[in-house]
């Protein structure tokens, strides 16, 4: 049995007042009732971060949440929608405007005049427009504060993936320092051996030419580190190059050590708030169909004035004047364009839902992605760990082969590379599965 994802109010918002926006249940894509790779044990939803019990990840995501640009302009945009919504709303009470008016007449009876005015104008909304309109203001507002939240969400996650990033070249820095320390010691041996008449200069060389391409690295783990500690003050609002990530000297992967939230995808996917934005979208869509629909209807409009003065400036207090009144709009011929506006917002409207299905199709495939990654580098990791033991041992008994000349310095090399390779791959892995946790957590809108 497969599970629909049920939008608020359990059908699409492409329903309305006044019989002006559609009634049409949305066929909404399937999901299926779990995921294909199993959850890991259940842990925090909100601040997902903070398993991975580092203070100073939780550190940088709260200033980063509380700084960051992005989020500030989505901050400012959520603002500039909460008030054109409340000018939407200002449209279904009346609305009143004085004017005053005063001059000199040049005759030669010339005299001052002055007179003074109230207009007013109501529009009882018979065909729904204004109401329409209110709607879709509203559905503007709802996706521009799950936009914000989404903003944060995504600021969260860069933070953390670059915060992985920076630890991880710091862990390849340090073992960058220990296969250096490790090759340093064979080659101070092989040249002792050579001295001694026991090694040829080749095997010097072959030595010396290990050496000098792990040191090479080096540049490059510092590019790398280094773009990742800019990208970290971008995020957090600071001058690159003057900022420095708090506990630099800290190399160790950051381990999560809880697991996501449970649940079924749809009820996880649901909450991710770029698919509630999308949503909103629906709902802004469904109201443009009934602003374009109550075009076809009639509109009424009621003006109103109240007039004082006569005239003359005496008697700008002397005389009021009242005056209301009613116009009727009827809709009769416009050469079929009312229609066409109505057709066009109708196809815009199932755009927008397919839009919505492929948000969620994305979202559900990254953290199908995501389950897959945690559990394929949680075995990698644990198949690194055992190869670097055994590389270990590899080494110590090729150097004790080679000192006693039972062993080439090749067989020595050879050891040492795989070691200081399989120690490369295993700080990849904890960071891929780092981040492999980050993407899950994100994926199902956890924050």
């Not at 903070?50 to 990840?57: A, N, Q, R, T």
């Not at 755009?351 to 945690?374: D, S």
């Not at 000192?403 to 700080?427: K, N, T, Y």
Request: a negative charge.
């Amino acid at each position: 049995m497969r599970h629909q994802l049920v939008v608020t109010g359990a059908a699409i918002l492409l329903a309305g007042c006044a019989g002006t926006e559609p009634e049409v249940m949305i066929p909404l894509v399937e999901t299926p009732p779990v995921y294909a790779t199993d959850l890991p044990p259940s842990g925090i939803e909100r601040d997902w971060w903070l398993g991975y019990e580092d203070p100073v990840l939780d550190t940088l995501i709260r200033q980063g949440l509380a700084a960051n640009l992005d989020i500030d302009a989505a901050s400012d945009r959520l603002g500039s929608a909460a008030a054109l919504l409340r000018a939407e709303r200002s449209d279904l009470v009346p609305s009143a405007d004085g004017a005053t008016e005063a001059g000199v007449s040049l005759a030669s009876d010339s005299e001052v005049t002055a007179t003074a005015g109230l207009f007013g104008l109501f529009n009882p909304d018979i065909n729904g427009r204004l109401a329409a309109e209110v709607r879709a203001a509203a559905a503007d507002y709802a996706e521009a504060e799950y936009l914000l939240a989404d903003q944060r969400r995504i600021v969260a996650a860069a933070i953390a993936s670059q915060y992985i990033e920076y630890r991880r070249t710091g862990a390849q820095l340090e073992l960058l320092e220990q296969s250096t320390d490790l090759q340093e010691q064979t080659l101070r041996i092989v040249k002792l051996r050579f001295e001694a008449g026991l090694a040829a200069n080749l095997d010097v060389r072959r030595a010396a030419a290990d050496l000098a391409q792990t040191r090479a690295r080096r540049g490059l783990i510092e590019i790398a580190r280094n773009e990742a500690q800019n990208a970290l003050a971008v995020l957090l609002a600071e001058p690159p190059g003057a900022f420095s990530v708090p506990g630099a000297g800290e190399a160790d992967i950051p381990d999560y050590r809880l697991g996501p939230p449970a649940g079924v995808p749809a009820d996880l996917l649901r909450r991710r708030t770029d698919i509630l934005a999308a949503e909103a979208r629906l709902a802004q869509a469904a109201a443009t169909i009934g602003i374009e629909r109550a075009d076809l209807r009639p509109s009424l409009t009621i003006p109103g004035t109240l007039g004082i003065g006569d005239g003359t400036l005496g008697g700008l207090f002397g005389d009021f004047l009242i005056g209301i009144g009613a116009a009727l709009d009827l809709p009769l011929f416009d050469g079929g364009r009312r229609r066409a506006e109505v057709s066009a917002a109708e196809f815009e409207a199932e755009a927008t839902l397919a839009e919505y299905n492929a948000v969620f199709l994305n979202a559900l495939g990254e953290v199908e992605n995501a389950l897959v990654a945690i559990e394929a580098y949680r075995q990698r990791s644990d198949a690194l760990s055992e190869a670097i033991e055994e590389s270990e041992t590899a080494l110590s008994q090729s150097n004790a082969l080679y000192r006693e000349g039972l062993a080439s310095l090749f067989d020595v090399l050879d050891a040492q590379r795989q070691l200081i390779a399989s120690r490369q791959s295993l700080i990849d892995s904890e960071a891929a599965l780092a981040e492999a946790y980050t993407a899950f957590h994100v994926g199902v809108g956890s924050h």
